[in-house]
T-cell receptor
Framework: KAGVTQTPRYLIKTRGQQVTLSCSPISGHRSVSWYQQTPGQGLQFLFEYFSETQRNKGNFPGRFSGRQFSNSRSEMNVSTLELGDSALYLC????????????FGSGTRLTVV | AQKVTQAQTEISVVEKEDVTLDCVYETRDTTYYLFWYKQPPSGELVFLIRRNSFDEQNEISGRYSWNFQKSTSSFNFTITASQVVDSAVYFCALRPIIQGAQKLVFGQGTRLTINP
């Protein structure tokens, strides 16, 4: 079966712009989580959605937002980009939650210049 | 608060050597899950193992083995007879079993290089 698909794979944006990243989970998975990976801070939890509802949110500013659609596909949006937002953004899906075992996508590498 | 520490930032060994990756965690929760993930150069995190805090039995899967010791809050990972394909960044992670806590707390990762 198809894995978790993240698009685009690479992205370059200018400071102050906004960006939308997309994640298509494994078919049947209802939970989608987002993580930010940077060399300095490592892997940090952004938020988790289940059946179109945000269940958990990490400690990120309000510029980071997300949503989940009825087909479980998820998007995350970052507004007013800052240089520090440059990172690998990873999406993970699971049937019902993290204890079921995440399957991660290959990520979107965002570079803010 | 929860914290995972992987003190070894980088490890480099020659192929066929055994190597152990250390993981120490902190949590006030009495029940939790521990995980190991592998991140190859392609970027995705690959699930290796999940361990429930109730189950301290060690596990072996082929060349991989895990040693969970609740008394020392450690969950170490050993690769026996390492191979070049094992080269990757390895992450240890913790998830407290609290209703609604649908997130993983990751360690900083250990970059493992296996040289031929």
């Amino acid at each position: 079966k198809a894995g978790v698909t993240q698009t685009p794979r690479y992205l370059i944006k200018t400071r102050g712009q906004q960006v939308t990243l997309s994640c298509s989970p494994i078919s049947g998975h209802r939970s989608v989580s987002w993580y930010q990976q940077t060399p300095g801070q490592g892997l940090q939890f952004l938020f988790e959605y289940f059946s179109e509802t945000q269940r958990n949110k990490g400690n990120f500013p309000g510029r980071f937002s997300g949503r989940q659609f009825s087909n479980s596909r998820s998007e995350m949006n970052v507004s007013t980009l800052e240089l520090g937002d440059s990172a690998l953004y990873l999406c993970a899906s699971s049937l019902f939650g993290v204890e079921d075992g995440y399957t991660f996508g290959s990520g979107t590498r965002l570079t803010v210049v | 608060a929860q914290k995972v520490t992987q003190a070894q930032t980088e490890i480099s060994v020659v192929e066929k050597e055994d190597v152990t990756l250390d993981c120490v965690y902190e949590t006030r929760d009495t029940t939790y899950y521990l995980f190991w993930y592998k991140q190859p150069p392609s970027g995705e995190l690959v699930f290796l193992i999940r361990r429930n805090s109730f189950d301290e039995q060690n596990e072996i899967s082929g060349r991989y083995s895990w040693n969970f010791q609740k008394s020392t809050s450690s969950f170490n990972f050993t690769i026996t007879a390492s191979q070049v394909v094992d080269s990757a960044v390895y992450f240890c992670a913790l998830r407290p079993i609290i209703q609604g806590a649908q997130k993983l707390v990751f360690g900083q990762g250990t970059r493992l290089t296996i040289n031929p």
